[in-house]
């Protein structure tokens, strides 16, 4: 049954754990796991607890771990590579030397640009915290995570990295291995398909100055508060980047374009009215995951319906109709003004949205793309806004429906 593969995986996990922690604190002592781990090779059994502490037999199939690595290059990988690559994408390997004094030498011409006592101060307690924690790190404490063979295996991997992209699937836990050259002609192939318009350069340098007009005209107007003011700008932005991950599920192997939004002009003008636009998704058709659907299934199950079926939106957020959804949304706002803060208005929210999407941009390989049609996948207020005009669709659908029930 379910639960006793979700026991049998917490199981495997939690001894892993421990197993590390014993060898870590070079701790010779019997895992109390192992016991349960010797059930999984005899008959395929496992000893789960039940809820008053007592164990009980259950029958389990074997599970067979997959390879998460896919190489799709024509680089081969060595074992040693591959079994570093499942470690997995956050896996931090252990220093192998003492990098205190690296980071002090990269802190101390920061601090020369403070003021002479808080320099001072500021040195003392970096001194201090670096003096406190430069033992964890040396020869006879330090644990080395990594095989001799893993560690050169990483060195070589690390020496591909101007031939090879090591990428996540865009679905389930798989590492997909691409050549640079598979990975660029995907991306262009997407760039050249898709909505986007090339720029003749970059907008970064003077998006930032022409937002804080139009935020300081609001304020001006009171349509604004100061605390918005300063909470929408960013000082120091950089240009949103586009990336990819392979969609290892779907034929041709594709790409799913994902725009990083970190330390942009507009994030904290995003986050700000995806804030705002959150109550108005909320709807009794949202799932929330598969146990939910089933259990819904099941208490508004009725004879009289024969299908039952599951709709996709292909590419929703380039192909959802922005302007459509920000009228729903003013709409709404106008409706129900008790969700927005004092001194906002909807008009004033449908103006920044408007903002936002005229101002959608990417860079990708040193050149500028502006985005023509839907949002960007990444940006927060584009998913409330897809998920808000998927909302009202599905609402007019069931008002249209020839045999509406609950």
């Given at each position: ?73 024509k680089e081969p990988l060595s074992k040693a590579e591959e079994d570093v690559l499942n470690l997995g994408l956050k896996f931090t390997p252990a220093p192998t030397r003492d990098p205190c004094m690296d980071i002090a030498s990269r802190i101390q011409p920061g601090i020369k640009s403070l003021p002479e006592g808080a320099q001072a101060s500021m040195a003392y307690d970096i001194s201090e915290l670096l003096s406190n924690n430069s033992g964890n790190c040396n020869e006879k404490n330090a644990h080395d995570n990594l095989s001799p063979h893993q560690r050169q295996a ?253």
């Open positions: 049954t379910k639960s006793h593969y979700i026991m049998h995986k917490a199981v495997c996990k939690h001894s892993k754990k421990f197993q590390r922690l014993l060898t870590t604190h070079r701790i010779n002592a019997v895992s109390p796991y192992d016991e349960y781990i010797a059930h999984l090779t005899s008959p395929h059994k496992i000893l789960t607890p039940s809820i008053s502490g007592h164990l009980r037999s259950c029958q389990l199939s074997p599970v067979k771990k997959k390879n998460t690595v896919i190489n799709l290059s990483l060195k070589n991997l690390q020496a591909r990295a101007k031939r090879l992209r090591i990428l996540p699937a865009d679905k389930g836990n798989s590492i997909v291995v691409l050549s640079n050259a598979q990975y660029n002609s995907k991306m262009l192939e997407h760039i050249e398909q898709g909505p986007y318009s090339l720029l003749k350069k970059d907008p970064t340098n003077t998006l930032p100055a022409k937002f804080e007009r139009i935020l300081k005209k609001l304020l001006n107007e009171n349509r604004i508060t100061k605390q918005f003011f300063d909470n929408a700008r960013n000082l120091h932005p950089r240009a949103p980047q586009m990336y990819g991950t392979p969609k290892i599920h779907k034929e041709g192997i594709p790409i799913r374009p994902i725009v990083s939004f970190y330390n942009t002009p507009l994030i904290a003008l995003h986050k700000i009215l995806a804030h705002y636009l959150k109550p108005l998704t909320r709807s009794i058709l949202r799932l929330n995951d598969s146990y939910h659907f089933l259990e819904t299934l099941r208490s508004t199950h009725d004879d009289k319906c024969r299908y039952y079926c599951s709709l996709d939106v292909k590419a929703l957020y380039t192909s959802c109709d922005m302007s459509l959804a920000r009228k729903t949304v003013k709409q709404k706002f106008q409706e129900q003004p008790d969700l927005l803060p004092d001194n906002i208005s909807a008009a004033t929210i449908d103006s920044l949205i408007g903002f936002c999407l005229d101002n959608s941009y990417f860079e990708y390989d040193h050149r500028f793309y502006a985005q023509k049609k839907g949002g960007p996948m990444g940006s927060p207020l584009t998913v409330e806004l897809a998920e808000i005009r998927i909302t009202e669709i599905e609402t007019l659908s069931f008002v249209f429906f020839p045999c509406h029930t609950q």
